[in-house]
């Protein structure tokens, strides 16, 4: 007997092959994201694929992080934000210049909307947010007297509010990164399930950092956890070299990184008791590795190796992470199947 498909899979794929993914893979493609300099376009308007420019490590082409289920599925789309849903699962993206309307900075501005119609979206068809992927370029530069992160910050803190939504504990599991130019892009995974929020008890979570990060605190947990198709399954949201709410090992890439792997073990043990018969372990996750400078490649890679050993998936990326500090920042999720169908 043919094995059932999983309600959820990550495949990681060259992006030269969507286009070659079989009419049968297609139809069970929730959605994704790609990763090239300069972005690419993908031609996959009926699949909310979102196109990111960010630089890979050399010689790698341009990568997919594409999600596939075994639900029928269907595709929408609400405003700007492209979708594709089945019963228990919605997967969506939008890509938006940033555009001034009024006083407000404009990718505060952009970022409040693209979130407050996510939120209607979520809201109309019943969906609990799981996970988010934010990008957008010059994260660390300022404009309008503020970092252009704590503008984000600012734009999804009230779209949140707006909604009625708190943004304190059960808030979504996300990641924030510099992208290497276009405007904002937003990716989002969301369930018809309850979500649990998971903190790291080693770092103070981000949605009370205090006020010396930013006019308004961010609004994620450090990972969600939710039952689909009855397996546990993690979002581990963008991890990073801190404790408490400190930057650690300032200008150390290698201690940096070890620090963020014992933040996620700290997160993997943490979801385990409370998801106890799911045995998440480091080894059986899939990673998504951002890494500030280039020549830090090498090292980062080291280091992740000498943690987990072979972790079944990883993806090297080129990002600016949104402390000036912070040299890496690894994402992770697991549960769900990992690799080709
Ligand atoms: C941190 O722990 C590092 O603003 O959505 C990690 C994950 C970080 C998500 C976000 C930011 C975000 O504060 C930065």
Redesign the pocket.
Known sequence: MMPAEAILRLEVLPASRLSSLAADERSGVLGGACFSHPALPLGTADLPLLAVDMVLPPGEEAICEVWHTAEPLESGQHGTIRYRQGETLLFGCVSLDEVAGDARPPLQATTEAAYQSIFELLEARGYHALR?W?YFPAINQESHHKER?RQ??IG?QDAFLAHGRSVIGNVP????LGSAGGGLHIAFLAARAHVTSVENPR?VS?YH?PSQ?GPRS???S?AGLVKLGGRDMLFI????S?VGHQTLHHGDVATQTRECLHNIAAIVAEANRRAPGADFRLDNLAYKVYVRQPGHLVTVRREMAQFIGDPVSVIYLQAD???AD?LV?I?ASGGHAIGPG
């Open positions: 988010f934010n992160y984000f910050n999804r599991a996300a990641c924030a770092q981000a950092y990060y961010p609004t994620f450090r949201s963008g991890t990073a801190i992470v949104c402390r912070l920042e994402e």
